[in-house]
């Protein structure tokens, strides 16, 4: 029996290091691609040559955004990288790596899910009540806003190098920075998108008069136009981060939180599910731009502009 346990155990390290090679390659193209498509846009925003983002209060936050981004590409997947290319070549990992990347994740996860929510009260708010959204989401504001998140969030990352519980931190920190957002988020769009659908039902009046039967078509038709187009974009911007937090939150919780020893899973199960749940977390710091940029004409033209400029 022990020359059969001998050669699973060694075809056991095979698999996980055929695993992690596979995980370290596609985390180095996405974080790549991350890297270029977001240095991209801080060029665009720094340069700004159709004067499109001058001023524009959502400027500041997508200079934060971006360069959370960036940072998740280059410093928190170099660590992950480096950790699993040492663990390869040397058998052994190096925990100041780990602890880089770990106080990283968290960082990245707590700063782009509440960038998010800003982002997305900005464009929300300027359809539904653009007028106290021009009073209350000035530069000043999110300036204070993003300024003081980041502290609490660089704070809250440490915590679990301060003697507090492994499990307690990680229960607290699912809630509050992975689960709330996301329902935040669900909220704001849906009530942003039933505001517009229920616009297409309002009788509009002109000037006390009711308007003809062809106006309220036309307006029914032109606000469902917008919920719809809506829709499409509010998708394309939540489905990578939906798909991304959910991944972390259910790994997260499984093997911080004792779930597994219910389900009874196995060690490689364990090293695949975290490995591929972190692949997919860096999904939405690489595409978010190209979502951008697809969606919104401001970005699609300057990115355009300053490419042929190139």
């Known amino acids: 029996m022990l020359p059969n346990n001998t050669n699973q155990n060694e075809d056991l390290v095979s698999v996980r290091r055929h695993i992690a090679l596979a995980v370290a390659i596609c985390l180095a193209i996405l974080a790549v691609i991350g890297v270029i498509i977001n240095g991209l846009m801080l060029v665009v925003m720094k340069r700004d040559p159709q004067r499109s983002f001058l001023g524009k209060p959502k400027t500041l936050?997508?200079?934060?955004?971006?360069?959370?981004?960036?940072?998740?590409?280059?410093?928190?997947?170099?660590?992950?990288?480096?950790?699993?290319v040492i663990w390869l070549v040397q058998g052994k990992t190096l925990n100041t790596l780990e602890t880089i990347g770990f106080i990283g994740i968290n960082l990245m996860i707590a700063n782009q899910n509440f960038s998010l929510i800003l982002a997305i009260l900005i464009g929300t708010g300027g359809i539904t009540k653009p007028h106290l959204a021009r009073r209350v989401l000035t530069r000043r504001n999110l300036a204070i806003s993003i300024t003081t998140f980041l502290v609490v969030s660089s704070v809250f990352?440490?915590?679990?190098?301060?003697?507090?519980?492994?499990?307690?931190?990680?229960?607290?920190?699912?809630?509050?920075?992975?689960?709330?957002?996301?329902?935040?988020?669900?909220?704001?769009?849906?009530?942003?998108?039933?505001s517009?659908?229920?616009?297409?039902?309002?009788r509009p009046v002109n000037d006390g008069?009711?308007?003809?039967?062809?106006?309220?078509?036309?307006?029914?038709?032109?606000?469902?136009?917008?919920?719809?187009?809506?829709?499409?974009?509010?998708?394309?911007?939540?489905?990578?981060?939906?798909?991304?937090?959910?991944?972390?939150?259910?790994?997260?919780?499984?093997?911080?939180?004792?779930?597994?020893?219910?389900?009874?899973?196995?060690?490689?199960?364990?090293f695949?599910?975290?490995?591929?749940?972190?692949?997919?977390?860096?999904?939405?710091?690489?595409?978010?731009?190209?979502?951008?940029?697809?969606?919104?004409?401001?970005?699609?033209?300057?990115?355009?502009?300053?490419?042929?400029?190139?």
């Open 61 to 84: 936050l997508d200079w934060a955004t971006f360069l959370f981004h960036f940072f998740a590409g280059t410093i928190i997947a170099t660590a992950f990288i480096a950790t699993d």
């Open 209 to 270: 008069i009711e308007m003809t039967a062809e106006k309220i078509e036309s307006n029914r038709r032109k606000h469902n136009r917008i919920a719809r187009n809506f829709l499409v974009t509010a998708s394309a911007f939540f489905a990578p981060f939906l798909i991304s937090n959910l991944t972390w939150y259910i790994t997260q919780k499984m093997f911080f939180l004792n779930v597994e020893v219910s389900l009874q899973i196995s060690d490689l199960t364990s």
């Open 272 to 310: 695949v599910m975290i490995r591929v749940s972190l692949l997919i977390l860096f999904i939405f710091p690489t595409f978010n731009p190209l979502v951008l940029i697809i969606f919104i004409p401001e970005y699609g033209r300057a990115v355009k502009f300053v490419c042929r400029c190139r």
């Open 196 to 202: 517009i659908r229920n616009q297409a039902k309002v």
């Open 157 to 194: 990352s440490g915590m679990p190098f301060t003697g507090v519980h492994r499990q307690f931190f990680h229960l607290l920190y699912l809630n509050l920075f992975i689960t709330l957002p996301l329902l935040v988020s669900l909220v704001i769009y849906a009530g942003t998108y039933l």
